[in-house]
């Protein structure tokens, strides 16, 4: 054998679990966000009291894959002037950004393509943010005036909001004391409470930075469609568009991914030091066969037979899900999976929850002006989140250095960071006051 | 072998880049390829197991930097005034830099050549469990032995933003 081919066999030796989970993240995730945005067209038809997609197949579940056929044979436009190769560059750096930061993510305690990086965090915050030079490109060189304002819009709106966010995020980088996923999670064990009830504020900064970040409503005014068509997107159509729409989704991926790692507990089960709460490990398989039941029931009501089979599918899909999460509970044998798999379930039906309140949001909220996001953003969250990094660094100060009680110290540093909002919040309604009467007094020409 | 490979990948990539960067008369190309141009050195900065300036590199100069560089020239219209720009030294200013510059690549070079183990081209890779973890080390030596640096940048920095702020203000 040759000294390089066996530099090569022995390179896939050491990292084919990583290059396994690299290739599972690009091939499964752009499904998934397909089926994210099928289960946001669900839910807001429920919200919206309709029935929402249900023709292609049993309650519209191959919607997302007769969507994605139609977007790859749709005619492929770009426009005459514009800037043909950062027009093919955008998107693609878009969806890279979003897919990369997912690697050093952990799914589960052995999920992770980038396993123990010393800066996990500070990587996905990193890379991720990196989709925005997709957004920017593609606005500039669509030559477009609706493209050019959408993309300068996100861009001011990421930029002000990322800063609040990763103050946020530092609040709860405090209490954990280290930038690896992985010691986050098992400081979060060690504290026996997740993160969010010990600095929920912080929390709170981190979900309305994170809806403005994924430029989702009611902050997605770089694609009002009433004042800017489509925003950055307007120019593109076919499967350029559904990669700027997939790396948007991911985006949404990767931010749920974050606040469930640092905010609500990662891959911990709820209360994971108790121990007559075990049983609650068998709740993974119980859910999963219990949507398989449903699904079997939804089965014999098919009108087509060709839908009926298909929900059998998914059913049996459930039960084998179900079977291998009871195995690793019951099965001696398997149960060092244990953690591997309850995990991931757990991991994946937090980062569920916090992308339903997202969606929540977005039918519930009308949109904000752009100065109001802004005044919300730089008058009101910054402000605010800085402050709650120095109550919760006072709250550890007080609890390690003078021996307060953890609960007592955190509750007294969050009324001050109460208060502080009170303030902000106070100043805001002054300044509004004050521009909505200057604004009257200017156009006020037909009083007199 | 493949660290070698690595290396004179991000390398290749880094002076491509930086040279196309010079070269473009577009200025968004330009900035491109300066983000090609970082983000390869980020790439050398982490095979050398410098990880937090890996990533400080990327948040701060590509995530940050960069893009007020490309908002800027995107509201800026750049090619009109182009031409008005070229000052009557620039010739003799650049060879100078130029003969500057190559003076101490070749210095660079010969010092190198007098180290005992001539390793210019191989860049040191202990296994990463025999590293202590990158973060913490630059957390206590910036705020143990460069205490005083740091915060005086830090003034600087914060001077700055306010002097901005307030030239930037309307004046009523």
Known sequence: ???????????????????????????????????????????????????????VGPHGLLQPIADALKLLIKEDIIPDNADKAIFWLAPV??????????????????????????????????????????????????????????ALRSTAQLVSYETAAGLAIISGLLLAGTLQIRSIV?????????????????????????????????????????????GYMTEYSGFRWALYFLGEYANMIVVAAVATTLFLGGWLRPFPNVRWLNWLDVLPALFTAGV????????????????????????????????????????????????????????????????????????????????QLMHLGWYLLIPLAIVNVFSVGMAMMLESEFGWNRWLALVVTMLFTLLAAAFLLHLNDKRTAAASSAAAETSDTYAG | MLDSIIFYFFAGVAILSAALMVTRRNAIHSAVFLITTLLATAGIFLQLRAEFLFIAQIILYVGGIMVLFVFVI???????????????????????????????VGVMFWYVRRLPSAGLLTPPA??????????????????????????????????????????AKKRT
């Not at chain 1, 994210?36 to 309709?50: N, T």
């Not at chain 1, 379930?345 to 039918?363: E, G, H, N, P, T």
């Not at chain 2, 182009?82 to 190559?102: C, D, E, G, P, S």
């Not at chain 2, 080390?137 to 700055?160: D, G, H, M, R, T």
């Open chain 1, 1 to 55: 054998m040759s000294p390089a081919l066996h530099s090569i066999v022995s390179f896939l030796q050491t990292w084919w679990v990583q290059l396994v989970s690299g290739v599972l993240i690009v091939a499964v995730v752009p499904l998934i966000a397909g089926y994210v945005v099928l289960v946001e067209r669900k839910l807001m038809a429920d919200m919206q009291a309709r029935l929402g997609p249900m023709r």
């Open chain 1, 93 to 150: 750096v878009s969806m890279t950004a979003a897919l990369v930061s997912m690697g050093a993510i952990a799914f589960g305690p052995w999920f992770q393509v980038a396993k123990d990086i010393n800066i996990g965090i500070l990587f996905v915050l990193g890379v991720s943010s990196l989709g925005l030079f997709g957004i920017v490109l593609g606005g500039w060189a669509s030559n477009s005036h609706y493209a050019l304002i959408g």
């Open chain 1, 186 to 230: 098992d400081a979060q064990q060690h504290y026996g409470v997740w993160f969010i009830f010990l600095a929920p504020v912080a929390f709170f900064i981190y979900l309305v930075a994170s809806i403005a970040e994924t430029n989702r409503a009611p902050f997605d005014l770089p694609e009002a469609e009433s004042e800017l068509v489509a």
């Open chain 1, 292 to 371: 398989g039941a449903y699904c079997v029931y939804r089965a014999g009501k098919q009108p087509v037979r060709v839908q009926a089979l298909f929900m059998w599918a998914v059913a049996a899909l459930c039960f084998l899900v179900a079977l291998i999460l009871a195995a690793t509970v019951f099965v001696p044998l398997l149960q060092a999976a244990r953690p591997g798999f309850l995990g991931a379930f757990w991991f994946m039906l937090k980062v569920s929850a916090y992308i339903y309140v997202f969606m929540w949001l977005r039918f519930t909220l009308p949109r904000y002006r752009f100065d």
């Open chain 2, 74 to 104: 995107m509201l800026v219209r750049l090619d009109v005034p182009l031409h008005h720009i070229t000052f009557r030294f620039q010739k003799w200013v650049a060879l100078f830099v130029a003969i500057a510059l190559a003076c101490e």
């Open chain 2, 126 to 167: 202990p296994s990463p469990d025999q590293l202590p973890p990158n973060s913490e080390q630059f957390a206590k030596v910036l705020f143990s032995n460069y205490l005083l640096p740091f915060e005086i940048a830090s003034i600087l920095l914060l001077v700055a933003m306010i002097g901005a702020v307030v030239m």
